[in-house]
């Protein structure tokens, strides 16, 4: 699928900073088992291979190691951050539609998605707001506000501004639908 180059970057830079030990990564629904040595990535559930998540995985720990200490709690949108605005078509075509869409149909099926499957927490925004951390550090927050006969539902994905110095504005946007596609899977 095209990721053969970004896997090869992701290892060589991940061997900059050399470490003899595996790295245990949760991510999502899953840990993700490292091993720079032997270049391998494996999920403690057993899931099939992903070379998305692999990449993700790997950002995630390059990220991490480059960006002590993380600030938190700067909330930005996509749009905020670098290159985010010419991405902006695609993710909310990729994104915020099927959040949107998943909301529309099941709203509560999709906020016990979040909540449950997640580890999400419920918090005061819009007319439903729950924040997960898909990583350690750097948490989401998706807002939703219900639609009526007039207005259409809609839904806004926030973020702490330390996810944008892990990730790179491609790697939040693949983060995202991820993360939307496991969270509308089975909402109805």
């Keep these: 699928m095209g990721y053969e180059i ?3 970057r992701g290892w060589k830079e991940l061997e900059e900073t050399p470490s003899t030990f595996e790295f245990a990564v949760s991510f999502l629904t899953d840990v993700y088992l490292v091993n720079p040595k032997e270049r391998t990535i494996s ?13 993700l995985v790997l950002h995630y720990l390059i990220g991490i190691r480059k960006q002590r200490p993380i600030e938190k709690e700067e909330w930005i949108s996509f749009r905020e951050i670098e290159g985010g605005i010419s991405f902006l078509p ?3 075509e990729t994104v915020i539609k099927p959040l949107v869409g998943g909301f529309d149909r099941n709203p509560e ?3 016990r998605n979040l909540l449950q ?9 819009g007319d439903v707001g ?5 990583f350690p550090e750097g948490i989401i927050k998706i807002v939703f506000w219900g639609g009526d006969e007039e207005i259409p539902s809609q839904a806004t ?8 110095r892990i990730f790179s504005t491609e790697d939040i946007a ?6 939307v596609r496991k969270a509308v899977e089975g909402v109805g």
């Design 174 to 179: 693949v983060l995202l639908q991820l993360l």
């Design 109 to 111: 099926g999709l906020i």
């Design 90 to 92: 695609a993710f909310e």
């Design 130 to 134: 729950v924040e997960i951390s898909p």
């Design 6 to 8: 970004a896997l090869e």
């Design 157 to 164: 994905i926030l973020f702490d501004r330390s996810l944008a």
């Design 43 to 55: 999920s403690t559930l057993g899931e099939p291979h992903r070379d998305d998540v692999s990449i």
């Design 117 to 125: 499957r997640f580890g999400g927490r419920t918090v005061k925004c």
